[in-house]
């Protein structure tokens, strides 16, 4: 069954360095989205891209995130000076889309900040 | 807004029936509800679009009830299995329709015991 994969599992580097989180969504979906979960605490939404453009954002999401497709199959969130309370699991999901709208999610990637 | 979830918590032995609730102050487009076990990813349980519809598999079902903006999972007879942390996950529908950003609920944690 497809599923979406994330590298690397884990992520540590130290504040202020900049990290790619990296993400294959499932084949011939057409949203990708990612979504971060603090340790203890909800799931939450970051941004949504679809067509080769962000397609909705959190107020998470500020200037120090950026998406990209670099190819057809792989989907990067960057965070280009990381903080402290990045430290998070994130989550990469895809949706099908066109009436299909089930959001599966991958693994995820525990990053820690020190 | 955050949908509200309810119980926050609740322990079952094995067989009995459990319902959660999810429910928000503002009109929503779609409902999803996700299982979360500790230190993986949530998984994708069912999604109810506008319309009231109930949809379910196996021993989990769950209803959506647009005039009330509230959803209810309900689990019947218990598995070991069934424990982890339940999240319901929402769309107001503004930008992408069925394919927004899910804003979710703190989650309820159910435990089932032999």
């Known amino acids: 069954e497809p599923e979406v994969t994330q590298t690397p599992s884990h992520q540590v580097t130290q504040m202020g360095q900049e990290v790619i989180l990296r993400c294959v969504p499932i084949s011939n979906h057409l949203y990708f989205y990612w979504y971060r979960q603090i340790l203890g605490q909800k799931v939450e939404f970051l941004v949504s891209f679809y067509n080769n453009e962000i397609s909705e954002k959190s107020e998470i999401f500020d200037d120090q995130f950026s998406v990209e497709r670099p190819d057809g199959s792989n989907f990067t969130l960057k965070i280009r000076s990381t903080k402290l309370e990045d430290s998070a699991m994130y989550f990469c999901?895809?949706?099908?889309?066109?009436?299909?709208?089930?959001?599966?999610f991958g693994p995820g990637t525990r990053l820690t900040v020190t | 807004q955050q949908p509200v979830q309810s119980p926050q918590a609740v322990i079952l032995r094995e067989g009995e029936d459990a319902v959660i609730n999810c429910s928000s102050s503002?009109?929503?487009?779609?409902v999803h509800w996700y299982r979360q076990k500790h230190g993986e990813a949530p998984v994708f349980l069912m999604i109810l679009l506008k319309g009231g519809e109930q949809k379910g598999h196996d021993k989990i079902s769950a209803s959506f009830n647009e005039k009330k903006q509230q959803s209810s999972l309900y689990l019947t007879a218990s598995q070991l299995s069934y424990s982890g942390t339940y999240f319901c996950g929402t769309q107001r529908g503004y930008s992408g329709g069925g394919a927004d950003g899910l804003t979710f609920g703190k989650g309820t944690h159910l435990i089932i015991q032999p």
């Open positions: 999901a895809s949706c099908a889309g066109e009436r299909s709208y089930e959001q599966y």
């Open positions: 503002k009109a929503l487009y779609s």
